[in-house]
């Protein structure tokens, strides 16, 4: 079984805007930021200080959309994507690059994509999912639809985008509050439905650096779930052990029940348990922590116990969002160092 180690190095290349062709390698970062986020997009900040000619060579030639920046952490390639920004200063150039999902935020609609009655009629959720991902990247693949990877979520619905009415990221944000949930893997888009599609190994409390909380919270509790979409209506649930505690979402983007009715069921699986296991946002894992860092993939579950509270608890989470740092140091008394930190949340609960 594999730990997750604390990295002696990283890598960072600048390639061409389809990964293909490297220009070049930014050595001695000072500093550096990358992540991985499920149902948005990550990023990833790069410092590099003035270090003479040759390099400012490459990151004077660097551009937005032109480039990419590709992280390799001890020879293992865990994040790749478009250069948003570069601001040049006198001691240090900062980088700020997007995950290939950042493409979608500049794709407009441009064909009218029917999945109504009236049209193609109904389709998996994953499958409409994919149409707005194959439409906008159609247009100019930056080397990304190759890549992509679906796995159907079970979920059937009715969406109708009519041409020229939307950014195709809109609408795959859209999809992901009822039922599909999107993440980015280097040059992977994954797409899946809200069921995880993997488990990680049981993770304690001396797994995080920090503690864990047990939290018996019934502030957001639901029992019972009203949906009320474009013309339809969902409910689930009912009376709790504790009683009956209601809640009403309207989602005006649903035009099907069976699409209302799974927003339904998945608010009130997110709302049973007013009793759950809470691990700050952004914990630091625990290099000795039984995980690699290429598992942590926005949306697998991972099983977490805590024993060292007045109320022992396990729980099933799933990440959310996975955060790294590393600073090399550069002679500090710290050393620099590299940080894992995760957001995790409950099975069934919505990601912000």
Known sequence: MANLGCADEYKIGVF?????????????ASALTWGRVVDDTSDAVVQVPY?????CGLLADAWPWCNEIVLVRDDLLVWQGPVETITYGREVTTITAKDVTAWLYHRVIKDLIDYSAAGAGPADLVLIAEALVRHGLDQDDPNVLQYLHTKLAGVTGERRYPANGSIVYDELAELARTGVDFTALGRRIIIAGEVPVAR????????????????KDGRQAATAATVVGKGVTATAGGIGPCGLLETLANEQEILDDISAQAEAVSIVQAGTFPVMLQVPDGAQLDPDAPVSINELIPGVVIPVTSSETCYTLSADLRLQRLQVTFDAGNGSDDGGGEQVRVTLVPVGAQFE
């Open 200 to 215: 990680l190994p049981q993770l304690a409390d001396e797994h995080f650096v920090g503690d864990l909380q047990v939290v």
């Open 16 to 28: 061409d805007r389809t990964g293909s062709r490297q220009l070049g390698e930014l050595f001695d």
């Open 51 to 55: 270090q003479g000619a040759d390099c």
